[in-house]
């Protein structure tokens, strides 16, 4: 079978030269199927008398798949050509070139491979140039291209676009049967568009003069070579048929040399062609695609991201507006990495059920997906929720739903519920983090700036985003605030409500959970809101529980009454406890988390061990804020390579370490997890420390 692509802008006679060639090479004795791919879906209408069929989507969209037959979409027009459109949607929603893909596979699922036909013909739209409609251009469906023109320069221009189109699919291979012009009476039009075939390396295989008999044709339904087989334009066509029957027995056909915009710029202004830059066969990726080729794409996208923190917000549905295999990845992302929160003691409440999916199919994908979108927040409406954030995938982004006047009607139609929309569409927004951004700057925007501080209560900021806590962590710092006997207000981001985000100025002070990104929030508060804060980073250790305890005080107002004498005490008891073990013993210690470990070199120090190094994985010009008293001792760039060297010459009792290791690190080590706030994690964890230490020794 050859198949035969004829590509032209729109308007330009495709469809009229489509139907003529088709019912030619009938007449020749060949079985054609033409199959229009145009979401106007007019190509066949002068093969079947000027009427219209049903279109290949609109019947997926109404029948079952296994209801599906060829003969429901495929009708026999003049000459026994077999006719097939595509259709697509409405102009302005969904996404025709996905409709293209969509079509080919269900006209091939349907059997079209076994029609008998052995000549296919695709009658493509040409001024649109994104994938779906470069489709029918495949190596695998196009063995031949026809390129229709007029002599008018956004014509040339598109004929020029189809060429860069077959380059970039086969650069070398020749699969151009050539122009035909399709003449509107514009001067000098056959000099234009012979100057343009010349160099674009290619040849006109026909001049198809503007002749009124198409008009009296395409009125009566029919085709000029069916109705008046002996007019000049019909001799233009069977000019066409020629070629094309020629390049079916084997002849040439050509490699296009698509015009650079400067080339473009000489032909409209009638100016000698120079030679230009050439577009490239392989246009290179860009530099920024380059970048992210290195390098694993960062859990997952963007749209992942914004579930992952909306879904914490126990009074809102978050909405997937997309296929559900997205939500299935999101969800599983969000329940393996946050139910341990739920499930592991950290939070009272089980874990909310709050993520929804329009499940998008290849329905919704190509004739847009307002609908599907609107019927699922309605959904989550009637569960109960007034919050609705909708998270946008690739799909719904690519075919640009427009999410946000769906969000306008969800509210109009329910004034007692809020809908937020959150443009991430999935990998094109960026990666997992950008979508997380996203979604805190919606909600940092959402504050309410009038809100007061009412005293005793409490922000936490930054709490299990990217550091989870442990039920024992949880427990500590439950158990340091209810020193002062506060509660919280705000958890940002993590079991928490949209309403409290909102008043999250009613918070007295913040308490800052995760040294690395909770500062950033803060600083977006502050600036956002205008307000100034109160702020206290969360300790670890003796030396700065004991200053946050005062700190607190001061910015609250409340007495911490003896806890800071139990807390030392403690503390004191645990290094007269233990001192004998670590006495003497040489302790490594290598991270590649910033946060403050002060007081680990100071406990380690008290407990009569040395610390022999103190390696922070990454460069100096990162952000460090590992020691804020033993700079002295910290060393950068401290990896696998440096650890092994260190094992040689320094031969340290114990590593302690958070990063990647040598895979046979001869020595002992021992890995510091979360190690948790206040006093009592940080104690259990020495006291893990102190096991690894009388393991090493017994060995
Ligand atoms: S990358 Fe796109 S398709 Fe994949 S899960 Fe994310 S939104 Fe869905």
Redesign the pocket.
Known sequence: MFQLAVYGKGGIGKSTMSANISLMLAQRGHRVMQIGCDPKHDSTRLLIGGGSQRTVLDYVREVPERDRRLEDVMVTGSGGVMCIESGGPEPGIGCAGRGILTAFDTIRHLGADGSGADVRLYDVLGDVVCGGFAVPLREENADGVVIVTSGEFMSLYAANNIMKGIRRFTPDRPRLIGIVLNSRGVEGEEAAVRRFAEATGTRIIAVVPRDRLFASAEAAGHTVCEMFPDSEAASAVRGIVDRIEEVMSGAAMDVPRPLDDDQMSDLAAGREIRPGNRVPADVPLCTGCEAHTGWRQKY??A??GAVMALARLRDTAVVVH?PRS?AY?MDSAYLSTVADLYTGGVYDDPMPDNIYCTSMDDSSAIFGGAGCLADTMDDAYGDGFREVAVVT??VSGMIGDDCDAVARDFEAAHPDARATVVHTD??INGDYFDGMDAVMGILIGSVDPSAAPVPGTVNLVGSSFFDLQSPEAAAELGRMLSVFGLRVNCRLLDDTTMGSVRSFLGGSVDVLLNEERAADFEEEVMAVTGASRRVMRLPTGLDEYVGWLRGMSEVTGLPSGDEESRARSRWEGFVSDHRETFLGKRVSLSTVIPRNMDWMVDMLSDLGAEVVRFGFTKGADERCGVTARHRDMLIYDYGKREISADWETLHPDLLLYDVDIPDRYPGNSLRMSRIGPGIEPPLRFMESVADALSRGCGE
Request: overall charge neutral.
């Open positions: 997952s996208c749209s992942c997309g997205c990845l995938t690739c999935g990998v």
